[in-house]
């Protein structure tokens, strides 16, 4: 993020203040996927990947180890292209510590989609190409819920245009690299309180931004393999316009409809993997993943006019890095039928004092079941995965300036269902 510290005056309206204004929209940004996300980041990239808890780092499920550990593509022969998507659909709850009522955000489906494509070069090279959304997210609390002053609506989309080349050093050692190009588009929307009524405000914004990657397998026996992947952290820098629709005209002065920027610094990540495939028609596999979430220490947004007297705004979030843990199995019960399975416990990146209703982040337990079938040349892949958060209060200053905290209990779930189809010519 921008380095930029400022202090903050504020200035009145009736029932407003509006130093805080003009980053009312800004919590949001950054906000995180309800979906298979730690902090922000969205890992559904492969519905056989993802029936595995994403433990594919030492062995491949197919293509989409074009993502989560590209020297693995050295096993695929020929050409090979797969798709897939994954409907999500998530539920949040908040319980006030004000009222003690219990409100629901809207129902809401996601999609993320994936596409694949493989190309053996020769008997030691092979290329690889994947578009995913590593990033995202999606929150609609509604406009009259108690926290409508922090976040009502929330979108953000990303999407990966991923290049990578893999060599087979030998039988045993296996390297790649690649280059990544991020793609973000947001959609941010909440209320503003005055004395005239409720002002809705709306930020749309987009930007792009670059990055890298590596890997490395290495298979010391037929039995046993272990894996590192590494993903580079990425700044996006993000343009867009600040829209408000105010109840009376006579706010435009201090509310005007203007240009904004800021810069998104988007975590790096590395992956670890540890798999044994000793015992007959079983393939497991042990994981770890790292995020650099200490980089999101601050959200800084700069308007091209003022906005209550201010045209930078900086806002504190002091994030923290984070381990996730996992196992996977797989069990072949023929040559063309597969059965998958795993457990993912994901660590929460927000700390107490910054934590808002646009991140539904706390610790995770996330459980899947999938299967595979192979048609001859075309393989495809159902999976069914559950993740849970633990129940986490907001006991914080966050909102007190914009109107209210929405202090609570926060209760978040979803049930996600991925397919995925790919055929090798």
């Not at 798999?275 to 200490?294: F, M």
Request: aromatic share 12%; with cysteine.
């Amino acid at each position: 993020m921008k380095n930029m510290k400022t202090k903050t005056r504020f200035f009145k309206l009736p029932g407003l203040s509006l130093g805080v204004l003009a980053g009312l929209f800004l919590s949001t940004v950054a906000a995180p996927s309800n979906a298979s996300a730690s902090g922000f980041a969205v890992y559904i990239h492969g519905a056989k990947e993802l029936g595995m808890q994403n433990n594919v780092i030492a062995h491949s499920e197919g293509l989409a180890s074009n993502y989560h550990n590209p020297a693995l593509i050295t096993e695929l022969e020929g050409t090979q292209i797969e798709a897939g998507t994954t409907l999500i659909f998530p539920l949040r709850k908040f319980k006030s510590a004000k009222t003690g009522e219990t409100e629901r955000t809207k129902s809401q489906v996601f999609y993320p989609s994936t596409l694949f494509v493989t190309h053996q070069l020769n008997n030691r090279f092979t290329a690889g190409v994947g578009i995913v959304s590593p990033f995202g997210l999606g929150t609609d609390w509604g406009k009259e819920w108690e926290g409508r002053y922090l976040a009502t609506n929330s979108e953000m989309q990303t999407f990966n245009i991923n290049p990578n080349v893999a060599w087979k050093v030998n039988d045993k050692f296996a390297v790649a690299g690649g280059l990544d190009l991020i793609l973000l588009d947001a959609t941010l929307e909440k209320n503003i309180r005055t004395g005239l009524g409720d002002v809705e405000q709306k930020f749309e914004g987009d930007g792009e931004g670059y990055g890298y990657n590596f890997g490395l397998v290495c298979r010391p026996n037929g039995d046993w393999s272990f894996a590192a992947s590494y993903r580079s952290g990425i700044k996006v820098d993000v343009d867009g316009d600040a829209t408000f629709k105010l109840p009376q005209e006579s706010l435009r002065a201090t509310l005007p409809n203007t240009g904004g920027s800021t810069e998104i610094e988007l975590p790096a990540q590395a992956f670890f993997g540890l798999c044994y495939k000793g015992i007959d028609k079983l393939t497991a596999e042990l994981g770890a993943r790292w995020e650099d979430w200490s980089c999101y220490k601050e959200l800084a947004f700069e308007f091209d006019q003022p906005i209550g007297g201010k045209k930078t705004i900086v806002y504190e979030k002091n994030w923290k890095d984070t381990w996730s843990y996992s196992i996977g199995a797989k069990y072949d019960i023929d040559d063309t039928f597969a059965i998958l399975g795993g457990y993912r416990f994901d660590g929460n990146p927000v700390p107490d004092d910054t934590f808002e209703p646009a991140i539904p982040s706390s610790d995770k337990h996330c459980i899947s079941l999938a299967v595979i079938k192979r048609f001859g040349n075309l393989v495809a892949g159902v999976t069914y995965y559950y993740e849970t958060y633990e129940s986490r209060k907001k006991d914080n200053i966050v909102g007190v300036k914009e109107g209210g905290t929405a202090n609570g209990e926060y209760n978040t779930e979803a049930h996600i269902v991925g397919a995925s189809v790919s055929y090798e010519f």
